[in-house]
């Protein structure tokens, strides 16, 4: 298991969990992102900020809501 | 038949799945933008007649879904609860078919009638997928209408769709998703208990109100809590999601998400055959370089500058017809009316107050376009990403950026509502707190007049450009200031959909331009218009004697003193003495309270009541250059007031507005504005005289 923040280009997980606040986790399942859900890393360094291609959508995530998104490797 | 049956039509749909260029299709020009009653979200109207229907068409904020975590979610299904529309039409980004449809989940469960626009299918035909529309209509229980909204393909079919549901010729099922046994067994649990009250049975529908309460949703829970089976839901809810959670050790609300993916992938399954494995397609090559570490911000600041040089290029012609026609109306006036009271009150009150705002309209509205441009092609969105790391140190929002840039030479009050795209109330407040220190479209002249006078030319430009970066500068200490002591708490965490670029469509991109232009020229109708006239009342009036004894010039001079502008000024003037102003200043500030380019017309009247030959007024630049009340630095020092201090009253009032009508944040602004610019201005007139720039006076 690993963070989503640590994750580099072209990696290719699977969703775990994320922590924090109800409204975040909300909407990060309303965007599509439910436990098993397979995530493309289109664009990482391996130091926060990421995009990600979820259900064929392009989604960015800040640094600190990657940090909170636990993954495994798919 | 009789002739136009009234109808409601919702438009529902996840952002950025073209439904505003379906919406600006269905209704064309005529639009009208309003709000949703007590929360600031934007509700736009339009009607459309077909056949014997007049179609008043909602646009409802773009959502992913219906929960209770928005202002936007909440305001959609209240509406479609609450108005109860006739035909909801969910526009869905076709080639993003299974993301879109989570939205349709819920607002099936709605039990209003529905009719599914499928957009983008140019793109899912690109994409090499192929979807069986009949096949996915009845899975859905759903009419469906596949479409190209840029290319307005598939209007005539939509309207059709929509007045067969109406006329009841296109049947339309319900199909309830399966939340398989040990949820369903809570369900039922529940609607037995919901059922037992017909008020709360007759305003909720039964299936939506007993998922949203196992949901967890709080804003129904609440709702529920007021009925008279209250207390036995909430019972009834902590036994179900306590036995979910120990059967599944998962939350309820985890497991209904996944049963409406689940629900969504098998009918994805069933009528769509995905095309080859999706290469790498043009966006994220584009995305490659543009959300490069190295190269992001480069590329952000020339999209910037192209941005500003777009404008100013475009806009200046026009901008000097606009000019000029003032001027000759002007003239063309003062030669029919006679001279006195009349013509000075039409002439520099009237036209010279509209005619202020006026002007800068063009370059205003040049901006908003090419700010359109960016947004509506997909690159505003990588900008907020973009930028969200510099900014969130500052306790800004990625987001925050755009307002922003709304205000910079163009208005601070579309920038202000452009705030409503951040969803946290926190980030919101400070954006909205730090961008009237931009230099909005009505604060250039200021510089321009003032530059121009005191510098020579090449070193305007740099001195211009230096404010621009002197705006900014405040704006994000101001934000950092405010984080750190007034609005404490994390700033909301950076999650956005980058949608593909597309190349945007003139019409969407004027509609857009004119939207917030629109606000922008209001001023010019209302506010602006009225304020000069109190102005150049506030100059005029009391008129003072005329004494005899002393020459034209001193009488002006004691005319400008006496009347209630010039005694207000000479009120503030201690106040602003230390900071190098004296009461005629005070008067521009006061006056440029009302907007910000009136303090150029105010030093107008200034000098040319009190210069002696009225026939040939000097040109204002000369004659603030030889009055030997200025210098350089008191120049710099009063722009530096001006680029701080208080906003102008159209930007306070919606300020106030949208701030949830808050008196407090509102006297707040006025405080924090104002005291940073007097301590600014402060710093640098007395820290210049020290170092000798002031020059004597």
Redo the contacts between chains.
């Keep these: 298991m690993t963070r989503l923040s640590q994750a580099k280009t072209g990696a290719e997980l699977i969703f775990i969990s994320v922590g924090g606040g109800m409204g975040i986790v909300r909407r990060l399942t309303d965007m599509g992102l439910v436990p098993g859900e397979k995530i493309k890393v289109l664009h990482g360094s391996g130091q926060g900020q990421v995009t990600v291609s979820i259900k064929g959508s392009k989604i960015a995530l800040g640094y600190g809501i990657a940090q909170k998104i636990a993954v495994r490797l798919a | 038949m009789n002739k136009n049956k009234k109808i409601t039509v919702a438009l529902a749909g996840n952002p950025n799945c073209g439904k505003s260029t379906i919406f600006n299709n269905l209704t064309g020009s005529r639009q009208h933008v309003g709000n949703y009653p007590g929360v600031t979200v934007e509700k736009k109207e339009g009607i459309v007649r077909y056949q014997d229907y007049e179609i008043n068409v909602v646009d409802l904020p773009g959502t ?2 219906l ?1 209770a ?2 202002e936007d979610e909440i305001v959609a299904r209240n509406f479609i609860l609450e108005d109860k529309p006739d035909v909801v039409i969910h526009v869905i980004d076709s ?5 879109n449809l ?1 939205l349709f989940t819920q607002l099936n469960e709605l039990d209003v009638p529905i009719v599914l626009a499928m957009n983008m299918s140019d793109i899912v035909k690109k994409k090499g997928h192929v979807i069986n529309y009949d096949e996915l209509s009845i899975l859905l229980g759903k009419p469906i209408v596949s479409m190209t909204g840029s290319e307005n393909k598939g209007t005539d079919q939509l309207l059709e769709a929509v007045a067969g549901v109406c006329d009841r010729k296109i049947k339309i099922e319900q199909v309830y998703i399966d939340y398989g046994q040990e949820i369903d067994e809570q369900l039922c649990a529940l609607k037995e208990i919901i059922s037992k009250d017909e008020k709360l049975l007759s305003r909720y529908p039964l299936q939506w109100l007993s998922v949203k309460l196992l949901e ?1 949703d709080f804003a129904i829970i609440d709702e529920v809590k007021k009925f008279s089976v209250g207390q036995e839901i909430l019972d009834c809810l902590e036994k179900g999601q306590g036995h979910i959670r120990q059967h599944f050790s ?1 939350d309820p ?2 497991l209904i ?2 049963r409406r ?1 689940g629900f969504i992938s098998g009918a994805c399954t069933q009528a769509m055959k995905l095309g080859a494995e ?1 290469r790498h397609d043009i ?2 090559r584009i ?2 370089v543009i ?1 490069n ?1 190295v190269l992001g911000l480069p590329i952000f600041a020339v999209v910037m500058y192209s941005i500003f040089k777009f404008t100013f290029t475009f806009s200046e012609p026009v901008v000097k017809f606009f000019e000029t026609f003032f001027e000759w109306t002007g003239t063309l006036v003062s030669s029919f009316v006679p001279e006195g009271l009349i013509q000075s009150f039409l002439v520099d009150g009237v036209i010279g107050g509209v005619g202020g705002v006026l002007g800068f309209f063009p370059l205003v509205l040049f901006m908003f376009f090419a700010i359109a441009f960016f947004e509506d092609s997909g690159y505003m ?2 900008a907020a ?1 973009v930028m ?2 510099f900014m ?1 140190k500052f306790g800004l929002h ?1 987001k925050s950026f755009l307002p922003m840039m709304i205000a910079t030479n163009g208005c601070a009050v579309p920038g202000i509502m452009a705030t409503r795209t951040l969803e946290s109330k926190r980030d919101r407040l400070i954006t909205m707190m730090v961008t009237p220190f931009m230099i909005c479209g009505a604060k250039l002249p200021i510089f321009a007049l003032f530059i121009g006078a005191f510098f020579p030319v090449k070193q305007g430009a740099n001195i211009m450009f230096l404010m621009y970066i002197l705006s900014v500068a405040i704006a994000f200490v101001s934000a950092w200031v405010l984080k750190r002591f007034v609005f404490k708490g ?2 909301a ?8 670029y597309r190349v945007p469509t003139i019409k969407g991109l004027l509609l857009k331009m004119w939207e917030r232009g629109w606000l922008y020229l209001k001023k010019a109708g209302s506010v602006v218009f009225l304020i000069s006239i109190i102005i150049w009342a506030g100059f005029t009036f009391p008129e003072s004697k005329a004494d005899p004894n002393i020459d034209f010039k001193a009488s002006r001079t004691s005319q400008m003193e006496q009347s209630f502008a010039g005694r207000l000024g000479k009120f503030v003037e201690p106040a602003i003495q230390p900071i190098g102003m004296d009461w005629r200043s005070g008067v521009a500030l006061i006056a440029g309270v009302a907007a910000k380019e009136v303090v150029v017309s105010t030093f107008g009247t200034i000098y040319s009541l009190g210069e002696v030959d009225v026939d040939h007024p000097d040109s204002l630049k000369t004659a603030l250059q030889k009055d030997p009340a200025w210098n350089p630095l008191k120049a710099i020092s009063f722009l530096m007031f001006c680029l701080i201090y208080l906003p102008c009253v159209v930007a306070m009032s919606v300020f106030y507005r949208e701030s949830g009508s808050s008196a407090k944040w509102t006297l707040f602004l006025i405080f924090w504005t104002t005291t940073m610019a007097w301590i600014f201005s402060f710093v640098v007139y007395q820290v210049g005289q020290i170092l000798g720039f002031g020059g004597i006076g």
Excluded: I
């Design positions: 992913y879904s929960s975590y928005s080639s993003n078919l299974e993301r989570y967890n998962d609300e985890v998400a996944d993916y999706e966006s994220d995305d490659k959300l570490r969105a990588r990403f969200d790391k969130s990625g994390e700033t965490h950076f999650v956005m959909e980058l949608p593909p």
